[in-house]
């Protein structure tokens, strides 16, 4: 079965450039979209089509896809961007998580 | 506004049966492709079960497949996600979520706790 792996956690100080990786065999081959969830809340789609943003998400965040790997990029990172990032993509019909990545800014 | 209301969810034995609502508001349900997705305590996403704008494609995950019935009712701006032979690793809170080849809104989750 496919399979997408993410890092389990991901630091960056305020300002910085934060990078997410996501990984799954010919990933460039599917969409990737990426979920922000804080906790207690549910998931917000931050990414969708491997690059595009839905209205209300602000443009520091970003995505791309290529080879094996999508990666979500949050630049200029803020305080307020400390949560779990999911990518997620479809295999057969059944849409696939990646184990989720905390994202700390500290 | 989009809104998602999930209910049915509480504590179920091993074995037992529940039956898991979405009430849907703020657009044209029967256009969208729906889906619902669960989350175990502490752990991550994981996507359950699909169901075409009216209805033609079904989709299951493996771990649900036989098991759980996703249905919906266009006239009642409604998805339901009947849930059998319920097992303790079905814990978890259940998403109702709108989508296509992504998933654009999620409802606020009802939480299934399968235990004796």
């Known amino acids: 079965s496919y399979e997408l792996t993410q890092p389990p956690s991901v630091s960056v100080s305020p300002g910085q450039t934060a990078s997410i990786t996501c990984s799954g065999d010919?990933?460039?081959?599917?969409?990737a979209s990426w979920y922000q969830q804080k906790p207690g809340q549910s998931p917000v789609l931050v990414i969708y089509?491997?690059?595009k943003g839905p209205s209300g998400i602000p443009e520091r965040f970003s995505g791309s896809n290529s080879g094996n790997t999508a990666t979500l990029t949050i630049s200029g990172t803020q305080a307020m961007d400390e949560a779990d990032y999911y990518c997620?993509?479809?295999?057969?019909?059944?849409?696939?998580f990646g184990g989720g990545t905390k994202l700390t800014v500290l | 506004e989009v809104q998602l209301v999930e209910s049915g969810g509480g504590l179920v034995q091993p074995g037992g049966s529940l039956r898991l609502s979405c009430s849907a508001s703020?657009?044209?349900?029967?256009?969208?492709?729906m889906h619902w997705v669960r989350q175990a305590p502490g752990k991550g996403l994981e996507y359950v079960s699909g169901?075409?704008?009216?209805?033609?494609?079904?989709y299951y995950a493996d771990s649900v497949k036989g098991r759980f019935t996703i249905s919906r009712d266009n006239s009642k701006n409604s998805l339901y996600l009947q849930m059998s032979s319920l097992r303790a690793e079905d814990t978890a809170v259940y998403y109702c979520?709108?989508?296509?080849?992504?998933?654009?809104?999620w409802g606020q989750g009802t939480l299934v706790t399968v235990s004796s």
């Open positions: 979520v709108r989508g296509s080849s992504s998933f654009d809104y």
């Open positions: 703020g657009f044209t349900f029967s256009s969208y492709t």
């Open positions: 169901i075409s704008s009216k209805g033609g494609s079904i």
């Open positions: 010919k990933l460039e081959d599917k969409y």
């Open positions: 089509q491997d690059s």
């Open positions: 997620q993509a479809w295999d057969s019909s059944t849409a696939i």
